[in-house]
């Protein structure tokens, strides 16, 4: 492949709702496999990557919240749902015979690795792909949260957040079809404008470690090959 990339490193997010096709609920197979052909082509040109998958295709801790359940308890089965996309994630990328190792934030053994910083840095230099589940390990924080955390501790390049979207817009593109993109924000103007790409925690902590993120359109095919090798997808937030 004559294309370089960009990056040697870099953390993926991949939302729950990604993973659910157009069902509306769980995981959609050939998404998966989509996903999975391209990851693989990152891979194929010498890119490391990490990636933490979030859950909110299967349940979100405020959503049962709101129904009436304890929020920690629905936290915990949140996490818990990382974890099985996660593991479908897993098996199609290899499928796809791409070496993929899951790491989970709350210990379950036998099941999954847990979380061990130097292990994940091994296996990331060894060309494998990580997946970071049960996000932060903890309540009250997303997977958004635990995708900047994972991607500063293993010290990625970039953080590519996967959305819907093709970047970051003044308004809701979906409802406002005179929306505007934006190229690229500062951590401040996503928190002065109140643009809601990530919950506050995350970017306070990207802003911290000034760590770059890009937000780009995974439905878009070839759009994270582009991403990874310069070409200039979605927004990107930075210093
Ligand atoms: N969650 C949590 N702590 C974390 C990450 C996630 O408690 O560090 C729980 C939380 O209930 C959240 C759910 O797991 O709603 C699924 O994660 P998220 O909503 O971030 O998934 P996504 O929106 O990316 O699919």
Do not use: W
Request: proline fraction near 3%.
């Amino acid at each position: 492949n004559d294309r370089q990339p960009k990056y040697k490193r870099i953390l993926l997010k991949l939302s729950g709702e990604a993973l659910q096709g157009e069902g509306g609920f769980g995981i959609d197979p050939s998404v998966l496999d989509r996903m999975a052909l391209e990851i693989g082509q990152l891979v194929g040109i010498g890119v490391q990557v990490g990636i933490v998958i979030g859950g909110g295709n299967l349940f979100r801790g405020a959503a049962l919240s709101a129904a009436g359940l304890d929020r920690v308890t629905g936290d915990h089965m949140g996490m818990l749902a990382t974890v099985m996309n996660a593991l479908a994630m897993r098996d199609a990328l290899e499928r796809s015979n791409i070496n993929t190792r899951v790491m989970s934030s709350i210990p379950m053994d036998g099941v999954v690795e847990h979380y061990d910083h130097r292990r994940a840095m091994r296996y990331l230099n060894g060309g494998d792909v990580v997946i970071f589940s049960a996000g932060t390990g903890n309540p009250f924080f997303t997977t958004d949260s635990a995708a900047c955390l994972r991607g500063i501790e293993v010290d990625a390049d970039v953080v590519l957040k996967a959305t819907k979207v093709d970047g970051i817009y003044d308004k809701d593109p979906v409802k406002h079809p005179d929306a505007v993109k934006f190229e690229s924000l500062t951590y401040d103007d996503v928190l002065e404008r109140k643009l809601g790409v990530m919950d506050l925690t995350a970017i306070c902590l990207v802003r911290d470690q000034q760590m770059p993120v890009r937000v780009f359109n995974m439905n878009k095919s070839g759009a994270l090959l582009n991403t990874v090798v310069g070409g200039e997808e979605g927004t990107l937030v930075s210093g």
